[in-house]
């Protein structure tokens, strides 16, 4: 009898569901890959995760083996940032990054290449003049060349696509004063953009920017950059909104809004570090322990906290997929949510995998969107 793709979906959440209660971790981690991500989404869409060193290195197998399973596409947390690749001005440092692309080639993956150009973690020697002051334009514009060069020329063929510049607009929408800006001009962005061409013609080319869906303001800044590189000739692919979303934020309706404004600038459209903070937004004041307010979930998340972050995770699935021929590439900010950025010191579950590397709720919910789509 030939199950349809409703009904198999259907029953492995169910069965999902019924067994996450009592079977071995083992088990529950087994069946959450009888299901992956990567089989279930619109034909042409990427969907990965960033991975973290311990994962492209091989010694976290759990977590190789999900991504393995679920995801044809990889980014690099922290390893291909500039101040991982090119701590001084004459010293690479390129074997745990060419470990990172080499994962991915591996298992025939899209590797994607973040990021380039930044105001955070990048080294001062990048922006500085001999005397402390900020390098004049002409040092800092050859400093940046030779970065771009040197990274994308080593990956040339293998880095799919790169985030050429990260979060150069401020939430209004106007450029962000970053000592790049500083030193070059507002121009800085138009010549990354164009030394990543010339270094591998063929790999495609980002913006990428946090905040794009909730603050109209600052996706007209992002859609500026996309014209002015556009009316200059010069290649751009795709603008990645990044997704560090909150249960209530972007509402279903704003994520609509964001993609459709971006895509009418006639690139693609990606969510690049896909994740949903659950915890307040007070933090612990530095080097204190938390409050037990400000780490509510620090024993396991409720579950009506739960089955609200599957419904959001839903809701925000359902949105992409009227959009599926507008976007290229979703990708999780993390694997499971032990590997979360956002835990620094507390205990978040943003992610689809909680810390036993079970699928949640969350999980079960995206692979019911993706599966119930015409
Ligand atoms: C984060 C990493 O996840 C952390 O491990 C690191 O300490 C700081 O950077 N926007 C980006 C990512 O573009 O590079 C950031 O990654 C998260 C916010």
């Known amino acids: 009898m030939k199950i349809g793709r409703r009904a198999f979906a259907g029953s492995i959440c169910a ?52 991504v393995t399973r679920q995801f044809n596409t ?36 899209a590797v994607i290449g973040h990021n380039l150009v930044w105001h955070s973690q990048t080294p001062r020697w990048v922006w500085d003049a001999p005397d402390g002051a900020l390098a004049d334009r002409d040092t800092m514009l050859a400093r940046m060349r030779t970065h ?57 080319l980002y913006y990428n920017d946090y905040n794009l869906a909730t603050r109209p303001a600052k996706r007209a800044g992002a859609i500026r950059i996309v014209n002015d590189l556009r009316q200059r000739g010069i290649r751009i692919d795709a603008v990645g909104e990044q997704g560090h979303w909150r249960l209530d934020s972007p509402s279903p309706a704003e994520l609509d809004q ?3 404004g971006l895509r009418a600038t006639g690139v693609k459209v990606m969510i690049t570090e896909l994740d949903v903070n659950l915890l307040p937004t007070a ?4 080097g204190q322990p938390p409050s037990p307010e400000s780490n509510p979930y620090a ?62 709720p969350a999980f079960e919910e995206v692979v019911k969107v993706l599966m119930r789509r015409p």
């Open 15 to 66: 069965a999902a569901a019924g067994a996450l209660s009592n079977a071995l971790p083992g088990d529950v981690r087994a069946l959450a890959q009888s299901v992956a991500l990567k089989e279930i989404v619109p034909a042409g869409w990427l969907i990965g995760a960033a991975i973290n060193q311990n994962q492209s290195d091989g010694r976290d197998t759990a977590a190789v083996e999900l």
């Open 74 to 109: 990889i980014s690099p947390e922290n390893l291909l940032k500039f101040q991982s690749l090119h701590p001084e001005p004459d010293r690479f440092t390129f074997d745990a990054a060419d470990r990172y692309v080499a994962f991915g080639a591996e298992r025939g993956m």
């Open 148 to 204: 771009i060069s040197t990274v994308v020329g080593r990956y040339k063929g293998r880095i799919h696509g790169w985030d050429v510049v990260n979060e150069a607009l401020n939430e209004d929408g106007t450029l962000r004063d970053s000592p790049w800006r500083k030193g070059i001009g507002d121009d800085y962005i138009a010549q990354a953009f164009s030394f990543a061409h010339d270094a591998d013609p063929n790999a495609e």
């Open 258 to 260: 964001a993609i459709a």
């Open 283 to 286: 933090a612990p004041a530095r």
């Open 299 to 360: 024993n396991g998340l409720p579950d009506d906290v739960q089955q609200a972050l599957a419904r959001y995770y839903g809701a925000v699935f359902a949105v992409l997929l009227t959009h599926r021929d507008d976007i290229t590439r979703v990708t999780f900010w993390g694997v499971s949510d032990g590997d979360s950025w956002l835990n620094r010191g507390r205990v978040n579950h943003p992610l689809l995998w909680d810390r036993q590397r079970r699928p949640k």
